[in-house]
């Protein structure tokens, strides 16, 4: 099934690459100033400008989600047409 298979992997690739890195290098430092160091560390300034900046870029972190669920979902849809057809 190789159209599924491209489809699939891509999805793969989107949730790695695009959600679980942009994760792991872009939100877990703003949510370290933000929840763990708070205003204890920074001023409100600097929690108010890292809170804008975590909200912009979650959308386009959800928006990376639904590539990764249309992608998933053509893949196993192209699977299952095929499994279909075979039958």
Do not use: D, K
Request: aromatic share 16%; charged share 20%.
């Amino acid at each position: 099934m190789p159209r599924a298979r491209w489809w699939i992997l891509g999805s793969l690739l989107t949730l790695f690459f695009g959600e679980f890195l942009f994760s792991v290098l872009y939100f877990w430092p703003r949510n370290e100033i933000l929840f763990t160091e708070g205003a204890a560390v920074h001023s409100a300034e600097v929690l108010r400008r890292t809170a804008t900046e975590f909200e912009n870029a979650h959308r386009g972190r959800l928006a990376m989600s639904a590539v990764t669920t249309v992608a998933a979902c053509l893949g196993f849809l192209g699977a299952y047409r095929e499994w279909v057809t075979r039958r």
